[in-house]
């Protein structure tokens, strides 16, 4: 641990003030500071809940710092330019650089751009679903089939460009000839200039229509460049064009012709050509951005190596995502590897990570595999190994032949010191030990020694020679223990194990196992961390063996892994591949959320199978202002920004205050037409008068969501209906109940009301009704009950019973009225909280409360919170709610009763049955209805003319054609003849001798 000193040149009672603790020093453990001579104070370290940071003990860590709770300090978070951190050091946000993969580099990867605000990285799909590359504000390079055009990909290049599908970027058509208007991406379509005969040159003044077809002639020369207003001959925009059309460059001076502009650096997939003053497409179509001779980067899914972009890496390399590059590996003999850590090996031989020519204890060199392998696979015991044989062992004993064993065999003695079976020093020996020969094959045993002639005292027992090498076991002597035991040279017989599952032992460890593991000498169920339990052999082997990465396994697949990713088929990869993505903190692939994603994060949809990404999801239907690109699977936005909807090609229906021409969207009609909403069911000049689908809002149709404020989606008439026709105080609402309210409080059953009941209190904050927290409270504020439906009122509670020195007044839950307390007013009353007592309404109210109306008498309705008999203009009285109800439930009514409109807002519009439509002379007429978008004759059951039956007759009456002219060719009189004989024709006057409909001027003589 760091030490600190901090000198002071302070008191004792200072001191604690320095190092802000108490003087007992609070945070300090007593045992971690140490004083020296001249006052300097030494801190170790700080108690559970204080953290050690530049000498003094704090209670949080702050800062770039997180904590480190081994060592109970604030340690700085792991990249300098972090703002904070996680419990790993890893950044969360960042001060300098911008947040990428827990790091905070100054540049962001290719495919994100730097976001100033979050300081983060983020992907260009969010400002652009089909760019490669970008900056914050544009695109500036674009995914296949789509082509960059003034910093946005687009699917159709604009007017005067070509779309490159190399560089995929919009080119002018001046590129492929100086003088075109439109082409394609090897010849002219059309010219700007135009290209004709010398006999045929226009006169300056001669009209000219452009672009103009090139004539089949031969001889040609280059006309005049005449703008279509006024034909002349005008300067390029750009300072720097050498040449250009009317609408952007074609060539330039000095800098780099791209997308119709002159640049000083070329964007996207492109580099500078000098020569010819151009961006030139990469040659590499998975670049991102180029020299004339190498890709410099790579688009998404692409890394470069060596000049080139690859979706795989070649060679000792890593795919490396901030940098979109493969890096080489840092461990120099690795054959491959990840960014941290070697995979596999060129000469030198894997262990965690790294390539390494000792493997260590336990660990033999696999030079088929070039890794470092257990040596528990050659054999069980082995402590140390080559690939074929044990070199040393952990609990049995070495044999000759690099096996470990429990038994030497004859002419070998057990090393207890080196764990070895030593060859007998005599040659003749079966059993001995260190210092002499125990028994004998051919020779005699005398004095420790195998002799061929017994000397003094001795003769030779042939019998006895080997009588060393047996064992005491059940009674009877064995050359070799049986089951559960091991040999005890000491007792000369055999001793059981001491491991209860062992199947063999010596006499400190098992050496193999009944139905446990061996693991250490020991027989365990648990193998722990590193090792799976190996059924057939009955040990604990090392995960390794099942995949090289493998931190935690089973005996088939790996569970967890050290540095790769865990996929759903137990293997350690780098890649989780299609439907999963990577999780640093599990280190395991984790299904995608949406099951038709290829790619996704723990939030959202990245690229989709078989649907469209939108909106980080992938949708069968693409919503909004989009339309599914079926090359990429996503949703694209556009090309016309006032689309409401669209196809790939063009506008198929438009925003507000827009209208849609030939696939566009325009706020201005051209040629012989006029503005009519996409969704209109009729019309007129000045916009709709219903929709099919759609709801009708000021002359448009809109989207339900678009209604507004105060009005609703009227699925009923398409319109958008005012919401004073659900609730006269309602300020928002749905077709059926309010859900907000202008000056009353909204109930749960969302209605506008005064007085909230019981079991309620008025918020005046959200102007809503909020239930009491009490069950037992008639009435409450948001602090506590003021009324009791039952038990007592004390201090803002309901209570069974009273506290204290009070008593049970059950009166007090009732109100007075004429007298006598009731449980409630009734109609025609209100209670008046400050007196607890009934007041009557006034103002032929049936019920009120305090200050308004709630509902009214017979006779009277309900407008305002007043009772009026007549309802104000533009509302009409509803008999059955005995409330005014708003005209704006009828397409432009001005006045209206119940079942529609009398008469209309719209100067020309007129009333056919309840409804107000755009006057015509067929509405003058009785016998006419309109539906569908037309009049229709009900008397002959077909479009008016000049047979109507009830004109023809009226014509043909002599008391009102005296004449005795017939309807087809009346005189000018029949018209006022006929307004005096129908009291509808109200839109008739007769002037001058003409028939003139008031509304419009128009002379009726032409019209029917």
Not at 218 to 245: M, V
Not at 463 to 492: E, F, I, M, P, W
Not at 782 to 807: E, R, V
Request: hydrophobic share 30%; charged share 15%; with cysteine.
């Amino acid at each position: 641990m760091r030490i600190i000193n901090a000198p002071l040149i302070l008191a004792t009672a200072s001191l604690a003030a320095a190092l802000h603790v108490a003087p007992e020093y609070r945070g300090i453990s007593s045992d971690l500071v140490k004083r020296e001579p001249g006052l300097t104070v030494t801190i170790f370290g700080c108690t559970l809940n204080f953290r050690l940071i530049n000498g003094l003990c704090v209670p949080t860590c702050t800062g770039a710092t997180y904590l480190d709770a081994k060592n109970n300090k604030c340690i700085p978070c792991t990249d300098s330019g972090a703002a904070t951190c996680d419990s790993n050091g890893v950044a969360t946000a960042c001060t300098k650089g911008y947040l990428q993969d827990g790091k905070c580099p100054t540049t962001c990867p290719s495919g994100k751009f730097a976001d100033e605000k979050t300081k983060a990285c983020k992907d260009c799909s969010a400002l652009d679903p089909h760019s490669n590359t970008c900056t914050s504000t544009a695109a500036l390079s674009c995914k296949d089939k789509w082509f960059l055009s003034n910093g946005a990909c687009v699917s159709t290049c604009p007017s005067s460009t070509y779309a490159d599908s190399t560089a995929n970027a919009c080119q002018p058509c001046s590129s492929v000839d100086k003088d075109a208007a439109t082409c394609s991406s090897t010849a002219a379509l059309s010219w700007q200039v135009a290209r004709l005969p010398v006999a045929f040159v226009p006169a300056v003044d001669t009209p000219s229509s452009l672009p103009i077809p090139l004539p089949a002639s031969s001889t040609l020369i280059d006309a005049l460049a005449l703008t279509a207003s006024s034909h002349t001959c005008k300067a390029c925009t750009d300072p720097d064009a050498a040449t250009c059309s009317s609408t952007a460059a074609t060539s330039c001076k000095t800098l780099l012709l791209q997308g119709g502009a002159c640049v000083k650096s070329c964007a996207g997939a492109t580099y500078p050509d000098t020569t010819n003053h151009v961006c030139v497409a990469c040659k590499d179509a998975n670049a991102a951005t180029c020299s004339s001779s190498a890709a410099t980067s790579c688009k998404d899914k692409y890394y470069l190596q060596g000049g080139t972009c690859t979706q795989t890496c070649q060679g000792a390399t890593y795919a490396d995502d901030t940098t979109r590059s493969c890096l080489g590996c840092s461990d120099p003999d690795a054959a491959t590897c990840t960014s941290k850590s070697a995979t596999s090996c060129k000469t030198l031989y894997l262990k965690d990570g790294a390539c390494i020519k000792d493997c260590g204890n336990g660990l033999f060199a696999d030079a088929n595999k070039h890794i470092c392998s257990s040596c528990s696979n050659v054999d069980a015991d082995a402590a140390t190994c080559t690939s074929t044989k044990a070199t040393s062992c952990n609990t049995l004993y070495l044999t000759k032949d690099g096996a470990c064993s429990k038994d030497c065999g004859d002419g070998f003695y057990k090393d207890d010191a080196t764990k070895t079976c030593i060859a007998c020093g005599d040659a003749d020996a079966i059993t001995c030990d260190a210092t002499q020969a125990l028994s004998c094959k051919q020779s005699y045993l005398q004095g420790g020694a195998c002799v061929k002639t017994c000397a003094g005292a001795s003769f030779p027992d042939s019998k006895s020679s080997s009588n060393d090498k047996y064992y005491l076991q059940s009674g009877a002597c064995t050359q070799t223990c049986q089951g559960a035991t091991y040999v005890d040279d000491a007792t000369r017989s055999c001793i059981s194990c001491s491991d209860p599952d062992a199947a063999t032992c010596s006499s400190t460890a098992a050496t193999s196992c009944n139905t446990l593991y061996l693991k250490d000498g020991a027989c365990t169920t648990d193998c722990g961390d590193g090792l799976f339990a190996d059924a057939n052999k009955h040990v604990c082997s090392s995960c390794s063996n099942v995949d090289a990465d493998a931190a935690n396994c089973t005996s088939t697949k790996a569970t967890s892994c050290k540095t790769l990713y865990l996929t759903k088929d137990g293997t350690c990869s780098k890649d989780c591949g299609d439907g999963f993505y990577k999780d640093d903190a599990t280190k395991t692939c984790i299904a995608c959320g949406d099951a038709d994603a290829v790619t996704c994060d723990a939030t959202q949809a990245l690229s989709c199978k078989q649907n469209y990404l939108q909106g980080g999801a992938c949708v069968k239907t693409c919503a909004g202002a989009s339309f599914p690109d079926t090359t990429n699977h996503v949703c694209a936005t556009c090309m016309d920004a006032n689309a409401a909807t669209c196809s790939s090609s063009a506008a198929t229906s438009c925003n507000d205050k827009y209208y849609l021409q030939s696939g566009g969207c325009t706020q201005t009609c051209q040629g012989a037409t006029f503005p009519q909403d996409g969704d209109a069911a009729t019309c007129t000049s000045q916009g709709a008068t219903s929709c099919n689908t759609l709801y009708l809002k000021d002359g448009a149709c809109v989207q339900d969501k678009d209604c507004g404020d105060g009005l609703f989606a009227d699925a009923n008439n398409q319109v958008c209906s005012s919401c004073s026709n659900v609730d006269a105080d309602a300020a928002t609402c749905t077709s059926t109940k309010a859900t907000s309210c202008k000056t009353l409080y909204l109930t749960k059953d969302g209605a506008c009301t005064k007085d909230c009941g019981d079991g309620n209190y008025n918020d005046d904050a959200t102007k809503t009704c909020i239930a009491c927290t009490d069950p037992s409270a008639s009435t409450c504020t948001s602090s506590g009950a003021t009324a009791c439906k039952s038990g007592y009122l004390q201090n803002g509670a309901c209570g069974s019973t009273c506290s204290g020195a009070t008593f049970a007044d059950g009166v007090k839950t009732k109100v007075l009225k004429a007298g006598a307390c009731v449980d409630n007013c009734g109609d025609g009353f209100f209670v008046d909280a400050s007196t607890r007592s009934c007041k009557a309404c006034t103002g032929n109210a049936a019920t009120c409360d305090a200050s308004n109306a709630l509902s009214c008498k017979s006779g009277f309705f309900l407008n305002n919170g007043q009772c009026t008999s007549t309802c104000p203009s533009g509302s009409y009285a509803d008999s059955a709610s005995r409330t005014c109800k708003s005209c704006s439930a009828f397409n432009d009514a001005a006045t209206c009763d119940s079942t529609g409109a009398l008469t209309c807002r719209t100067a020309g519009n007129v009333v056919i049955n309840k409804q107000c439509v755009a006057g015509t002379a067929y509405a003058l007429y009785p016998g006419y209805t309109w539906a569908g978008g037309a009049y229709t004759d009900n008397t002959q059951d077909g479009t008016p003319g000049l047979g109507h039956a009830k004109c023809q007759a009226y014509c043909d009456n002599n008391a009102y054609n005296p004449s005795g002219i017939k309807y087809t060719a009346h005189a000018k009189g029949t018209c006022a003849s006929l307004n005096k004989g129908f009291s509808s024709c109200v839109d008739v006057s007769f002037a001058g001798g003409s028939c003139i409909r008031v509304s419009d001027g128009s002379n009726c003589d032409y019209l029917y």
